[in-house]
């Protein structure tokens, strides 16, 4: 949830740490903090809210030193006040520590380091672990516990929970440690300088290749190199991954926030996601990936997908994609609930795990729930090298760049993208079909250009927002592969504009929410011209019988919708299987214009974090 950003080098480092939080304040907004090691001393400066008011502070006076640490928080244990902003310290001011996570016994910990002697200051379970390396270092009787490395590594086997954290002592100047558990830890490598952060993204501007830490894993980095072990202590060469994002790419290139920039690249992040995984010439599926091949997929007797907020709702198109064209049962169940009931899963069953970041805490877990059941694991991820590609016997990678406004967009229709596509797979594998067939060939190819017309609705979507971005409800409906439409399209009201909305199959309308509708309830109909069209129309009228405000989406105006209708949005038209990716622009457009005509934080909206890499 918090991000972390650390540098070793040669340079000053306060500037480097501040940038790199920029990149990552998508993960919480709270508090900021940086500390900057120079002459044997921390200067530490940190402030409540925005990273933009500890740039404030910043500007009067500038830190100096070559070793640093920085954090952005989202407030789990402790108010989000300046106290509990991090970096942490503990009692001699010598050791700093920010950390991502929850340490889940820090209760226990607290109090018998107080009995010991030890002073806390804040309310954050994060000083704890200050302390704790402070009691290793002070109490050390060995070579292991009198250095940084081994003091992490010793205070961390005192405390439990999902952690990420990392550590300057003013006893190693030139030296950071960090460690992990659960939530991710990247090193980016430099030329004599190195660096640490909880995403990539914070590291685009510096150095491209990185290496991912493993749960237990714990690192040392000084300028000259980065040192590596897992939690026995043994020496470990973890792999190097190249990071093919540029800083641009992470900057908002001109919109006014990072959520419009993402919604106007999803032409080239479909095209990107698309062009490597398929012949458009001939239709032939170039999934590269072993768990893919025909002879380990021809046990599969079912698929289950797990997956947690917006992929949730991909992942029920998927279902609907996967019985429907590859013929196989499907299982839709959200992580985290599934790791806490006793699921049916065998290794007949093929278990995808679908996540932007493949950071997602409860994904992580439920995918290791199923890998304990004997079940393959393919994951789709955006991310290279996430925990979840590492734990993932095959990858599908959606290749849609970083997605740094904290309501996914690009994210999610890639995702839908690879879904088609491994239905297809799946499809071949069971001898139903070979590839593509030309028409899904001529989709894909011409799904790109299709998007980008969908984006030229945005003035009409915008003049929308503006008549109805007063309503305190709203109510989405959609059939089959609509009906997550409507629930994703009412996820993203709720997380930028704050305002109260529900999305349900249409024919469930009747079975309780119509209860709800009146003049003062706007409705949103999908309705595209597809098998459940004459259905969902029927819904309409019954809608406009009750006075409500009908804004239907479809893929064609006829006398009937616009008859019903208070408002139309006629969007391209492509094959029912894909249609669910353009029908989830427009909804992404109306949501980000009615947060902007409410003021809202459109970005970083309140109470949300970009990664939920804890409980």
């Known amino acids: 949830m918090c991000g972390i950003v650390g540098y070793v080098g040669p340079r000053e480092a306060a500037p480097l740490l501040v940038d790199g939080l920029k990149r990552l304040e998508y993960r919480g907004y709270d508090s900021a903090g940086i500390a900057t090691l120079s002459n044997g001393s921390f200067a530490i ?31 789990t244990h402790g108010r989000p006040t300046e106290v509990n902003a991090h970096p942490q310290t503990d009692c001699t001011g010598k050791v700093v520590v920010v950390h991502n996570g929850i340490f889940e016994n820090f209760a226990e910990r607290r109090a018998s380091l107080a009995a010991a002697g030890h002073r806390f200051k804040s309310e954050t379970d994060t000083e704890v672990f200050a302390h704790e390396v402070e009691a290793v270092l002070s109490e050390a009787k060995d070579l292991e516990a009198n250095d940084l490395f081994g003091a992490v590594r010793l205070a961390a086997s005192k405390l439990s929970g999902a952690y990420a954290v990392l550590v300057a002592s003013a006893r190693e100047p030139g030296v950071l440690v960090a460690t992990r558990m659960g939530p991710p830890i990247v090193l980016g490598i430099g030329q004599g300088e190195n660096y640490v952060a909880s995403d990539p993204v914070a590291l685009a501007p510096w150095t491209k290749d990185v290496v991912f830490l493993e749960d237990g894993d714990t690192a040392r980095l000084d300028p000259a190199g980065i040192r590596i072990c897992d939690s026995d202590g043994r020496p470990q060469e973890r792999p190097a991954h190249r990071i093919l994002w540029d800083a641009v ?17 999803q032409p080239i ?49 998927g279902k609907f994609l996967i019985e429907g064209m590859a013929r196989l049962p499907v299982e839709v169940d959200y992580g985290s609930e599934f790791r806490y009931r006793r699921p049916v899963v065998t290794g007949r069953t093929l278990t995808v795990g679908i996540s932007q970041s493949g950071e997602t805490a409860d994904t992580v877990a439920a995918l290791a729930e199923a890998r304990r059941a004997g079940s393959p694991i393919l994951a789709v991820v955006n991310v290279p090298g996430s925990q979840i590609t590492r734990m993932a016997d095959g990858v599908l990678a959606t290749h ?34 070979s590839g593509l067939t030309a028409e899904e060939r001529g989709a894909l190819a011409r799904l790109p250009k299709l998007a980008g017309k969908t984006l030229g609705l945005e003035p009409r979507i915008e003049e929308l927002a503006r008549r109805y971005h007063g309503a305190r409800d709203f109510l989405y409906l959609g059939r089959g592969l609509h009906y997550p439409v409507a629930l994703e399209g009412a996820l993203k009201l709720k997380e930028i504009s704050y305002i109260h909305a529900e999305g349900y199959p249409a024919g469930e309308m009747k079975h309780g929410p119509i209860a709800l509708v009146d003049e003062h309830m706007p409705v949103i109909v999908l309705a595209p011209d597809d098998g459940w069209r004459d259905k969902t129309l029927s819904n309409l009228r019954e809608v406009k019988s009750r006075d409500g405000i009908a804004i239907v989406v479809t893929t064609g105006e006829d006398a009937e919708i616009s008859e019903a209708a208070d408002e139309v949005l006629v969007l391209p038209e492509t094959i029912p299987e894909l249609q669910p990716v353009l029908s989830t622009i427009p909804l992404q457009l109306f949501a980000y214009h009615i947060a902007v005509r409410r003021g809202c934080d459109v970005d970083q909206p309140r109470n949300l974090a970009k990664s939920v890499t804890v409980e």
């Open 45 to 75: 400066l940190r402030s409540p809210g925005k990273l933009s008011n500890l740039i404030a502070l910043l500007e009067g006076s500038a830190p100096t030193g070559s070793t640093g640490i920085g954090h952005t928080r989202w407030a």
């Open 269 to 317: 992040a479909l095209a990107e996601t698309v062009g490597p995984k398929v012949s458009l010439a001939s239709g032939e599926l170039t999934l590269e990936s072993p768990l893919l091949e025909p002879d380990r997929l021809a046990g599969i007797e079912r698929v289950l997908l797990l997956a947690c907020g917006t992929s949730w709702h991909a992942a029920l198109i």
């Open 249 to 265: 790419a992470a900057e908002k290139g001109g919109y006014r926030h990072f959520m419009l920039k993402e919604i106007h690249e």
């Open 400 to 433: 849609a760049g970083p997605e740094i406004g904290v309501a996914s967009t690009k994210a999610f229709t890639t995702q839908l993208a690879v879904l088609f596509l491994l239905a297809a797979k799946l499809r071949e594998s069971r001898g139903l079909g």
